[in-house]
Structures are given as C-alpha cells and as structure tokens.
C-alpha cells in the first residue's frame, strides 16, 4: 500500500495521477478535505481510500496504521510561503513529519518527503543540494525553516541514507486551482490575461536585476511526479535532491510563455513589490541538478515554453484544470 499525504493537493494529487499511468491504485490519500476544491484533484483518480488528516495523524502517533506499508509519499505539509505561525508551520513541517518518517522506517518501507528550495534563502549560499552545504542554509521566512528542520534532523539522526527528501523549486501545473493566492503565475496569469489583455509582475527593488528580469527554476508538476516515481522504483538509498529544471529563467520570460501560449501579444506592467516582500525575496534560484547524471536517472525536465503551453493549451484553456488518469 502507497500512503500519500496531501494526496488531494497540487504535488500530491500529481503523483498520485502519475502512479495511476504507472499501474497502481494501492493508494491510501490523507489530506483535509474541508470545504475547499481539492476534491476535484481527486475525483479522477483512483485509490483504495482517503483518511482525514487529524484521524491518521492519531492513528501514525497511535502505530495503529491498519495497512501494510510500501511507500509513503509525504507531500502533506503547509505549503504557504507567507504562513507566519511558527508553532503551526514547526506542529505541520516538522513535527509531523519525524512521526510519520520515524513509523514509516520502523515498518521498512520507503519515505518521500516535500522539501523546498526555500531552505537556499537568499541564494548567497548557492543552491547546491550536497549535504555539507545544508547547515550554511539560511531560509528567508518561516515556511523554509520549518523546512529545513526536517532536513537538518534527518542528517542528525543519520536516517538519510533511507529517506529522500526532494527539494521542489518553483512549480506550476493542472491541479492548483484549490491553492488560492499560492497559485504559480502562470495560472493567475492566464486568467489575468484573459480578462484584462496584460499581465502584472513586480518592479525589481534590487539593484542587479531590472523590472521582471528576478529569475526562477520553474519546474513543470508532471516533471515533479515523474521524479517521484522514479524514487520509488529504486529499492534503497537516499538523501537529499533539489527537483528543478537547472535553468533559471525570469519572470518576463515566463510572462511571454502564456502569452505564447495564448496565442496573444505581451503585454506587462510593472507593479510595486508588496513592502512584506522586501528583504524577504529570492531574486534568483537555479536548482544544481548534478545528482539527475550521478543517479543515472533518466528523467527530463519540460523546458518553460513546452511545460507552459502544455499547462495552459490542455488545461487552462480547455478548461481542465485537473490531471485525469
């Protein structure tokens, strides 16, 4: 049995599609429903069951995990970069996840964990993922640092070499709609675009990079699941990997992407960064991607004008927004 957490979100809902293409619907989804869309990222799919998040979180503290156990997925975690509650982010991020890693172990199954380049903070300390770079990391917000406690206990308590922790970059793709204000730009940019013929992107408030010109590995959701299926087909090893594409590109460069996309003339005004940005921004991020040749892992990654017009001629503008097995 597959146990993935937040099964019903943006990246766990993908990798659940994409183990579906892949034969398998042994799958247990964990996630909180409430009243939100998320249950359109599952209604295509298939799986054995879904448990509420609080109810298997007290059976994970409980051992009273009722299935056996191959793989656990754990993308089930607060995704929101501008949460400011520490004690929520460390009770979700961190706590949670030595729980449930620490279960999943001790029934000698495989565990992937949701990790995220904003552990790199501002970048000074580059972007490498080996892991005498991880205790220089300084994370920007409390989202990353929740983050990189999780990383930083995995290395203590020596359990890397039979966990993997991905460090996810920038991603877009089907199956974000439920996300709000955390949506990638390039969905809040085509319904932009669509309803006011001009994108949106803020001014620079540094002095090295112009107007839109702060770049980004955006990395296409389907590449992301094709990664973590490819982890789970290998039978031990671990540690941690960044999952981008290796490329930075900036946001002018994605902006003329939809456009493309959209078969439309680029149109782009430049904005004021909100003032709880400044200080608090990555003005660059470019994933060091050496362990894809290392591993002989044989993914590839979309390019960002193939993953965009994929994204938005498929999905956005067929309106399907959402993955189908």
Not at 25 to 42: A, F, T
Not at 73 to 87: D, F, K, L, P, W
Not at 190 to 203: A, D, G, K, Q
Not at 235 to 248: F, H, K, L, R
Request: charged share 20%; net charge negative; aromatic share 12%.
């Amino acid at each position: 049995m597959y146990i993935v957490t937040g099964g019903a979100g943006f990246i766990g809902s993908a990798a659940i599609w994409r183990l579906n293409q892949a034969g398998i619907d042994d799958i247990v989804i964990v996630d909180d429903l409430g009243s939100s869309d998320k249950w359109k990222n599952i209604r295509n799919l298939s799986y054995a069951d879904y448990v509420q998040y609080e109810a298997f979180l007290r059976m994970a503290e409980e051992d009273a995990l009722p299935w056996p156990l191959t793989a656990v997925v754990h993308m089930g975690a607060c995704s929101n970069t501008t949460e400011r509650n520490a004690e929520f982010l460390i009770r979700n991020n961190f706590k949670y996840s030595q729980t449930l890693c620490r279960l999943t172990l001790e029934r000698n199954a495989r565990f992937i964990n949701a990790s995220s380049a904003a552990t790199y903070g501002d970048g000074s300390q580059g972007f490498s993922d080996r892991l005498d770079k991880l205790r220089s990391l300084t994370p920007l917000n409390m989202y990353g640092y929740s983050k990189q406690l999780f990383d930083l206990w995995l290395l203590r308590e020596g359990l890397l070499g039979q966990v993997v922790s991905l460090k996810f970059f920038n991603v877009y793709g089907p199956n974000e709609y439920h996300k709000g204000s955390m949506r990638s730009v390039v969905c809040k940019a085509w319904h932009e675009i669509n309803t006011h013929n001009s994108l949106r992107l803020f001014r620079s408030s540094h002095p090295d990079y112009p107007d839109g010109g702060q770049l980004r590995d955006f990395i296409y959701v389907k590449d992301c699941a094709e990664i973590i299926l490819w982890f789970l087909s290998q039978n031990a090893g671990g540690g941690i990997y960044n999952v981008g594409t290796g490329v930075a590109r900036s946001w002018n460069d994605l902006a003329h992407a939809v456009f493309l996309a959209m078969e439309r003339e680029t149109h782009i005004e430049y904005v004021d960064m909100p003032a709880e940005l400044r200080g608090n921004y990555q003005n660059f991020t470019q994933a060091d991607m050496a362990w894809l040749q290392r591993l002989n892992c044989p993914v590839r990654m979309h390019n960002l004008e193939d993953g965009v017009r994929d994204y938005v001629c498929r999905y956005l503008a067929a309106a399907n927004a959402y993955l189908a097995s």
